[in-house]
């Protein structure tokens, strides 16, 4: 049966209101800030005597505020309430937001627009925690990946759209300012209909005590978040990302009037491109990942951002500006224009694909009872790390670097990071492996893929075909496994930390080295009591004739000790490949399997402990194999 691809969860009202709700508060916050910061940019005298660069500045910083402020606090409250119910009233508090703005655009009441920016970063950031908390509770997981990259598509959409109609419609004379007024006051309005078709959604801690202390709870909530190190790091790795974004999209202004010699028109059109690619790269995640939360897209999504950053920097060194400044029509005629937008789409494409299953991974190895407040801590990262970002630029450009020089810089320094990010938790390394080479040299059919569980200690028994068995089933798995391999496999040279960095557990037989033996039992039982997966094959070797070896008994000494679920699984198709131990001709066999290796991973129903035997074990993994090996 065919799955459903994302974009079915539009008719879905799981999803829809809750979609719509958040996108249409993305776009009014930018319709607003735009508006703004338009009118102050080219019609400050009518409203004030301040420095114009000073409030461009200004404005939003105090947006980002109530994050540092009210962050933890958000956090708690969604955990504490149902989120359907803290959706409505954040709603009515944007609208009472556009009403005071309202009155402030049409009174040319400039202090009464800035309280209103303040207020709308609280209404971001109370719905934050609501808005990454609520998924992981409607949808299925093989639904997260696809469910996160279309709400990441629609909140770039929503900037993008939000600041193209905020920046059209304020300086329309005469009916500017009521156009504005109008069409937020009416967003948010919508934005409220939209929320009282939420469905109900259960609170996760009822009982929680709010801590109203945002500096203690905001410390107690990344503390609680370092226990889990996947998830802790996973935060910094998306705080990064609105590093490496602030930076870039801050430039965008300067980088399209001095270096393009463009006009506002120019600037827009590298947003558009840009918010594009993160729609298209978040988008494009459910169908590279297969369905589930797939985290080796993560370093693909990093060496992206890396190699785009600096190509922007090759390209703008070979852009031969115009004499006089020009509109889009006229950019576009230039020589490298159109490698430039190339590189503007590549930094969001990947953008998008490094970001979207970091989401998904932060809502599924989370504490479920803690979701709303890692979402919040998160967000006061993101915060820091946006400020971060500001200052660094300031440095840089003080330094006397140049904005092509700023786009190379913060590629290297992406490049150093994901390293660092990556060598702390090498899973993520692993799994891009695994799915880079699933994805380049074999085309992949997993049956009854959802049998392995997203929680809890199990076993998985397969047929040992070739060289490449683990990394298949690695990128299959929607977790990490603890492999058994032979010890002789295990210290072949630069192999060797591939397989520690994965926590293979290495065996040998009794007779050889009954001390690493048993060790390896002790491993095993170790892994299992904490909750984690186990690979073994108990063939013990890999099949020299494509048939299955009987299985020995290891795997009844395993389940003894630690007796948990076991589940058979049967790979078919990779006898004959290169990595395979049949004798005959290699190279004719790779002419003939053709480009692509075609290959299954079958997966059968668990097994209970009680009834697990080898000889039980063989015909179940037999049976999935079938006629084809």
Known sequence: ????????????????????????????????????????????????????????????????????????????LADKLEKGRVARFVKLIEIAI???????????????????????????????????????????????????????????????????????????????????????????VLGWLASLRIPHSPPPAPELKVNWNPFSETVRNLGFSRRN????????????????????????????????????????????????GIGAGSLLCERLSGNKVEIGLVP????GLSVFGLELFLASQAYVAPAAAVDIAGFLGQGGSWRILFDCLGIGVFGGLYIVPLFALIQTRCD???????????NIMNALFMVGAALVAMVLLKAGLTIPQIFLVTAIL?????????????????RFLAWLMIHTFYRVRITN?????????????????SYVDAIVIMAASPRPIRFVMDHRIFRIPLLSWVFRTARAIPIAPVKEDPWLTEKAFVDIAQALHEGELVCIFPEGRLTRDGELSAFRGGIQKIIERSPVPVLPMALRGLWGSLLSRDPTNPFARRFKRGMFSRLELVVGEPIAAEQVTPALLQEKVAALRGDWK
């Not at 080219?42 to 005597?49: C, G, I, M, N, Q």
């Not at 992406?414 to 692993?430: D, G, Q, R, T």
């Not at 893929?449 to 075909?465: R, Y």
């Open 300 to 303: 693909f999504g990093a060496i």
């Open 229 to 276: 190190r996947p998830v802790f790091l996973s935060l910094l790795g998306n705080s990064w990302f609105w590093f490496y974004g602030a930076i870039v999209l801050a430039q965008f202004p300067l980088y399209a009037k001095n270096y393009l010699h463009g006009d506002h028109g120019v600037f827009v059109l590298l947003l558009a491109v840009f918010s594009v």
């Open 368 to 378: 479920p009872a803690h979701v709303s407040r890692t979402i919040a801590g998160m």
């Open 449 to 465: 893929g959802q049998a392995i569980t997203a929680h809890g200690a199990g076993v998985l028994v397969c047929n040992h075909v």
């Open 414 to 430: 992406n490049a150093l990071v994901a390293l660092y990010i990556f060598s702390l938790v090498p899973e993520f390394l692993m």
């Open 98 to 188: 556009m009403g005071v703005a309202a009155f402030g655009w049409m009174t040319h009441h400039l202090w009464l627009l800035v309280a209103a920016v303040v207020g709308m970063g609280l209404h971001s950031t109370l719905f934050g925690p609501v808005k990454y908390a609520y998924l992981p509770q409607h949808l299925k997981r093989e639904e997260l990946v696809g469910g996160n990259g279309v709400v990441e598509m629609g909140t770039f959409v929503g900037i993008l759209l939000g600041e193209i109609i905020g920046a059209v419609l304020v300086v329309h004379k005469p009916w500017g300012l009521p156009l504005v007024a109008g069409t937020t006051l009416g967003l948010a």
């Open 1 to 76: 049966m065919q799955k459903n691809n994302q974009f079915s969860l539009f008719s879905q009202r799981r999803f829809a209101p809750f979609f719509w709700t958040q996108f249409l508060g993305a776009l009014n916050d930018n319709v607003f800030k735009t508006a703004l910061l338009t009118i102050l940019t080219y019609d400050a005298l009518s409203w004030t005597t301040m420095d114009t660069a000073l409030l461009n500045n200004l404005i939003p910083g105090l947006f980002i505020l109530p994050f540092f402020l009210f962050s933890a606090t958000a956090g708690q």
